[in-house]
């Protein structure tokens, strides 16, 4: 038995048989028990020639209600009985027929579907009836998008919809136009305000020092706007910072001291920020950290001090016993320094101590002696001397 699909015009979606007793508008079925089957793209024979629908636009704002949608489908029967256009459970509506064109109007306001949290989008069936048989003819999806819930310019111009960054209004919108200025409209990423990365950011402990970052495209704050701060995250506690943009390409967070709290950290990662006007937050792709250390943090030798990574420059303070920076170890006078380093030619840790040992050292030979006895305080390694173990003692040998 041969069976084919009918387009719905033809009827309910469902498997037609030769036991039926009559015949169907729709589904799959023999040529037979179609109606009408032989008026054009009544009967589809063959995959290429089902119903196809696209949609422009395929996607809408949520604050851009009942916008005219253009349907266009092809391999379909004749329509001039009218098509209606359901978006899912929300709405339907009437479709304006225009030869293979369907034009409808998508949802008002108050029906527009909500998003859920953590997306930007949601996606709503629209389906279109046929007004002859109550059938769908086909269905395709409309998406609904909210620009808004992006927070920083990158998301935002990245997005797959049609969202514009005001970099003035920090705002993302479907609506260029709703930008303050004309060069704040932002639709690109290179053209975000964004940090740059340069050198890895190092600040010691305690000590007053600017933090220069490199950036792209920084807005100058305008009339009634505020200007620039760094915002440090140290140990769920945020510090702010004023900051100055030098021009579009640099800022700097001003001289500032940190402290963090504890010695079993000797480096601490620190998430940082800046942002200008309060709360507008510059993006940071790199994810770039002040790094805040201790040089004394686990360091409580001069060999410890040493190991440490030169790009801490730390060094041992002979004089006060203890790893810092140079200028707090104190000379002992104009031309000598009690400060260690690893650039410092011939360094050398003095009074070096062992604290652990008690490592079992097997001695072969000959002539090792007549009795245990004869071991027991007669033997020295290196010069340190040993403590025999019975157990282990061979006569002579061992």
Known sequence: MKCRWLPPLCGENKLQTEKNASPKKGGCSQRSR???????????????????????????????????????????????????????????????????????????????????????????????????????????????????????????????????????????????????????????????????????????????????????????????????????????VKHRVTALRFNSSSVQCQNSSYLYEGMKISELPVDFSVVWNGNFIIDNPENIQVHLYKCAAQRDSCGTCLKAERRFQCGWCSGEGRCTLRPHCPPTNPYTTRWLHLDTKNVKCTNPRISEGGTLVTIHGTNLGLAFSDMVGNVEVAGVRCSPVEEGYIIAEQ
């Open 34 to 236: 179609c109606d009408r089957a032989d008026e054009p793209y009544r009967f589809a024979a063959a995959l290429d020639q089902c119903v196809t629908a696209s949609v422009y636009p395929d996607s809408i704002a949520v604050s851009e209600p009942s916008v005219p949608l253009l349907v266009k489908v092809s391999h379909v029967p004749d329509l001039s009985a009218g098509i209606s256009c359901s978006f899912g459970n929300l709405t339907e509506v009437e479709g304006t027929v225009d030869g293979n064109q369907i034009l409808c109007v998508s949802p008002a306001a108050k029906d527009v579907p909500l998003i859920p949290l953590e997306q930007d989008w949601s996606g709503v069936e629209l389906r279109l009836n046929s007004k002859e048989t109550g059938q769908m003819l086909i269905s395709t999806e409309v998406k609904f998008y909210n620009c808004s819930v992006h927070q920083l310019c990158l998301s935002c111009v990245n997005s797959a919809f049609r969202c514009h960054w005001c970099k003035y209004r920090n705002l993302c919108t479907h609506d260029p136009s709703s930008c303050s200025f004309q060069e704040g409209r932002v639709n690109a990423s290179e053209d975000c305000p964004q940090l740059v990365r340069s050198e890895q950011i190092l600040i010691p402990v305690g000590e007053v020092k600017p933090i220069t970052l490199k950036a792209r495209n920084l807005p100058q704050p305008q009339s009634g706007q505020r200007g620039y701060e760094c915002v440090l995250n140290i140990q769920g």
